[in-house]
């Protein structure tokens, strides 16, 4: 045997010398769950260890995450039933806690990168990302919430806008709004290729926001989110994203989605973003549990396999904790 790959493997600084992918808190984006209120830390039932945060609890765990090493933050506001209707007025409007609690995070900590959410969901009494109508997904009208929405966020401070609705034509919409008022400095991170995924139940119970069910009513997202069995769908995302205006595409869910992630990586020339999403971590957490495996070596193999498939940066909901043992190994 001329050939012994075995050679390479054969200690530990042998092995670092020779890692293709390095995976640190940098390309790590940390989902946080907002509440209104005070004094708020609830645990979400579905998703141990990650929290619905009211803004003062929610300032000190973005502080001791930063301490960690980590810099970007997406959060999700938990909407009242009152302050629901069919049109998401309440997601511009100025009494919105989630705009005032960007608003803090901002001026607490101007060094984040905040990340925002657009789609009409939490907002919705019928838990949709668009406009529904005669039991359907009205597409253009909802772009104009869309960019209203969008135009606040800027306004409040958020570093990039992410568009998880999925209706057509919404990255060049929100880029013209927010061109329009002064805010070209502000990035858009589209959800181009998301998937109508049956691994959203843990974020929807956080927010209870799954689709509300009714006579006219449709009950999943199909007509929207792309479905499982397609991948030559997610060229024509990506394209169009990328002609709209988007600063990142991202692919979500992750995991089942490498294949997509690894053909963006290689068609388009943006950075590719992950969502590793609720599902697929609390099944993770889930086995970790039963001890049918071990959290901190399944939890760093799942995150390396989505940045070696070719995501730049990843949202997962193990951000937190992969960099107290990123830091813990150092
Ligand atoms: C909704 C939205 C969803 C997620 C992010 N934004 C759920 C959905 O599309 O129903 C899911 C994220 C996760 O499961 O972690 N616009």
Redesign the pocket.
């Known amino acids: 045997m001329n050939r012994r790959p075995r050679r390479n493997r054969k200690s530990v600084a042998v092995r670092n010398m020779v890692r293709e992918t390095i995976l640190t808190p940098d390309h790590l984006v940390y ?1 946080l769950f907002l509440e209104d209120g005070k004094k708020v830390k609830s645990e979400v039932k579905s998703l141990p260890g990650n929290y619905r945060w009211s803004i003062d609890k929610m300032l000190g765990e973005i502080e001791s995450c930063i301490k960690l090493g980590i810099n970007s933050f997406i959060v ?1 506001p938990h909407i009242a039933d009152k302050d629901k209707d069919k049109v998401g007025k309440y997601s511009y409007s100025k009494k919105n806690f989630y705009l005032k609690a960007a608003a803090k995070i901002k001026k607490e900590f101007p060094e984040v990168c905040l990340i925002s ?1 657009v ?1 009409l ?1 939490p907002y919705s009494v019928d838990g949709h ?1 668009g406009i529904v109508k005669n039991g359907k997904i009205i597409n253009d009208e909802t772009l104009k919430v869309l960019q209203k929405m969008s135009l606040a966020q800027a306004a409040a401070g958020f570093d990039i806008i992410g568009p ?2 999925m209706m057509d034509g919404r990255v060049r919409a929100i880029r013209e709004a927010l061109d329009g008022k002064g805010f070209s400095d502000v990035s858009i991170m589209s ?1 181009t290729a ?1 998937y109508a995924s049956a ?6 119970d956080a927010l209870e ?2 689709p509300v069910e009714g006579a006219d009513i449709p009950k999943d ?1 199909k007509t929207y ?1 792309m479905d499982p069995a397609n991948k030559m769908e997610a060229l024509i995302e990506g394209e169009l994203d990328t002609i709209e205006g988007a600063d990142f595409l991202m692919v ?2 992750a995991l089942n989605y490498l294949d997509i992630i690894h053909m963006m990586k290689d068609n388009f020339d943006l950075p590719i973003a992950a ?1 590793h ?3 697929e971590c609390a099944m993770l957490i889930a086995a970790c549990q039963k001890g049918w495996l071990k959290y901190e070596e399944a939890m760093p193999e799942t995150l390396l396999s989505i940045h070696r498939a070719g995501a730049d940066s990843i949202l997962t ?1 193990f951000a937190k904790d992969f960099a107290k043992l990123y830091k813990e190994r150092k």
Request: cysteine-free.
């Open positions: 989902p999700f959410d789609a969901d990302d998880s609705d959800y998301k691994y959203y139940g843990p974020f929807r926001s799954a997202k989110q979500k869910p969502y999403v609720s599902g909901y």
